[in-house]
């Protein structure tokens, strides 16, 4: 007869405990009802276009209207799909805590221009994506006028996205406006000249001929006479006075 292996049967003992043990707090924990709700956001508190409070009534309208639920009752899965579809929320990760604490991190879109045509405004973030605008916050970003279709879109992004991702870019042009032959006039912030852009094409190349252009001209007391800086022409920028 074969001795037991008591150190195999001690191991499954062992085994069979913490799966228990794993099993009722398990249980335990998931009959805790949610005590408090944190809601953080992705870069800091400030220049919020969704505050606390509309995040906080997005999370109870979407548990039927009450913050008092157990965690076995909350799906994190659907809160943050309803949370994600949020026009201003590019991301929302939610997860519960031990304590009963539901931990809600958002990361808010970033506006890179504002489109105004008449009565109609809205920002586009950096996939040319509508956000609306919000009472909570405006943002600095350069102003777009004029229409541009479905198809030629992305080419426009990729020149709002070009001006928004460089430092001097950003803070110099103040406004596109989009021609009906489609071409691109660009207003900056400190001179009364205007950036004859052309199409929407050879973007960087473009934008680098400008940046070259004025590091230059500002140096010079004629920049202030110019009205018109032509990049149309990659190999070259034309001044008129």
Not at 9 to 17: A, E, H, Q
Not at 66 to 92: F, G, P, Q, R, Y
Not at 213 to 220: E, I
Request: aromatic share 12%.
């Amino acid at each position: 007869m074969k001795r037991f292996n008591w150190q195999n049967i001690r191991l499954v003992l062992i085994l069979f405990v913490m799966v228990f043990l794993f099993s009722f707090s398990s249980h335990r924990n998931d009959k805790r009802a949610i005590k408090s709700i944190t809601i953080s956001f992705f870069g800091g508190d400030e220049n919020l276009f969704i505050t606390h409070e509309m995040v906080n009534n997005l999370l109870k309208q979407n548990l039927g209207g009450t913050l008092t639920i157990k965690k076995e009752e909350v799906d994190l899965k659907s809160l943050e799909t309803a949370l994600n579809n949020h026009k201003m929320i590019e991301k929302c990760e939610i997860f519960s805590t031990i304590d009963g604490s539901l931990n809600t991190n958002i990361k808010q879109k970033t506006p890179i221009v504002r489109y105004v045509s008449g009565n109609t405004m809205y920002y586009l973030d950096n996939k040319g994506i509508n956000i609306p605008l919000s009472e909570n916050f405006s943002a600095r970003v350069p102003i777009v006028m004029g229409n541009f279709d479905d198809e030629n879109k992305d080419n426009y992004v990729l020149l709002f996205n070009e001006i928004y991702k460089d430092d001097f870019l950003k803070k110099n042009i103040t406004g596109i406006k989009i021609l009906p032959s489609g071409s691109v006039i660009l207003t900056n912030r400190n001179y009364d000249y205007k950036i004859i852009f052309g199409k929407p094409v050879y973007v960087e190349k473009k934008l680098k001929n400008y940046k070259a252009f004025f590091h230059h001209a500002v140096k010079d007391t004629l920049i202030k006479n110019y009205k018109e800086v032509n990049v149309m022409f990659t190999e070259q920028v034309v001044c008129k006075k």
